[in-house]
């Protein structure tokens, strides 16, 4: 990712920043936001997505209107960071993540994401190739069940610290994700080394399996 002063097409804003810095780059009702392709709003702790939804229970019957820079006017990003925007929920995922042409995004160290939001961001951004979901610690067998088919062309996929994840999730993979090449499931306790072993043997095309600390284990496996 770029600072503000990098190439055209990218953008990364820290966390003193965000509030000018996304306005910036997203621009305003006067003028059409830059050309993004990449951007990075990563350790963003105070950042809400589309905030006029925390208005729509009492609002007027029509869907409100921005009322500040929103992601929804990059429809040509292809890379996301969101790692440790600990304020987003599934609401605002959903409402927002909608990019057909993603193809990098990191949801890593969010709290309150759950298989609902997971769902729907699989929905939103069906080209992803390379996936952060690490120490998302709510999301489940089920989510990845209804969420993987979504994900055809996933190359690179950390589920690392995914506490509730299980041999069942490693099978819907398997089965979704044929062009994997990089997988993490390290600190997933709920993954065996033999479950590994039977999606090495399933995808052989995949070159890494990082899986410190699966099983009581301590290995990578890498062809």
Known sequence: MYGPGGPAGAAELGPGRVGWGLAQAL??????????????LAYCASLKLHQELEHQASGPKEPPQPQGPSLLMLRALQELDLTACSKLTDASLAKVLRFPQLRQLSLSLLPALTDKGLVAVAKGCPSLEDLVLSHCSLLSDEGWAQAASS????????????SQLTEQTLDTIGQACKQLRMLDVSMC???????????????????????????????TLTL
């Open 27 to 40: 621009g305003s009702g006067h003028r059409a936001p830059a050309p993004l392709a990449s951007l990075s």
């Open 151 to 162: 994900w055809p062309r996933l190359r690179h996929l950390n589920l690392s610290s995914c």
């Open 189 to 219: 306790p709920g993954i065996s080394m033999a479950a590994i072993r039977y999606f090495q043997a399933q995808l052989p095309q995949v070159a890494c399996i990082q899986s410190r600390f699966v099983g009581g284990a301590d290995l």
